[in-house]
Nanobody, 115 residues
Framework: QVQLVESGGGLVQAGGSLRLSCAGPVSSFSSYTKGWYRQAPGKQRELVARITSGGTTNYAESVKGRFAISRDNAKNTVYLQMNSLKPEDTAVYYC?????????WGQGTQVTVSS
């Protein structure tokens, strides 16, 4: 079972920035679509951003223009740069790699944005 490890979460004031990272020992990492999801208390997990193997990205409407997903295939790492953070961005953020055999998830990292 693939283990993904997120890092970079924390507490930040509204308007601030954070960069999340997610790495894991995934062979042929570049072949898969990767994404970031988040789950706020009492809410369902939602997609934040995805990047395909070809580099095509898509974002939730609520984060467009503020967040950017990228990846470094040589490092088996996917990133989420989060700028202009808002209190409503507070959630546990999870990375995901859509393997051919199913989706691998990280354990989550807490992001808290104070007003």
């Amino acid at each position: 079972q693939v283990q993904l490890v997120e890092s970079g979460g924390g507490l930040v004031q509204a308007g601030g920035s954070l960069r999340l990272s997610c790495a894991g020992p995934v062979s042929s990492f570049s072949s898969y679509t990767k994404g970031w999801y988040r789950q706020a208390p009492g809410k369902q997990r939602e997609l934040v951003a995805r990047i395909t193997s070809g580099g095509t990205t898509n974002y939730a409407e609520s984060v467009k223009g503020r967040f950017a997903i990228s990846r470094d295939n040589a490092k088996n790492t996917v990133y989420l740069q989060m700028n202009s953070l808002k209190p409503e961005d507070t959630a546990v953020y999870y990375c995901a790699v859509e393997l051919f055999s199913g989706t691998a998830w990280g354990q989550g990292t807490q992001v808290t944005v104070s007003s």
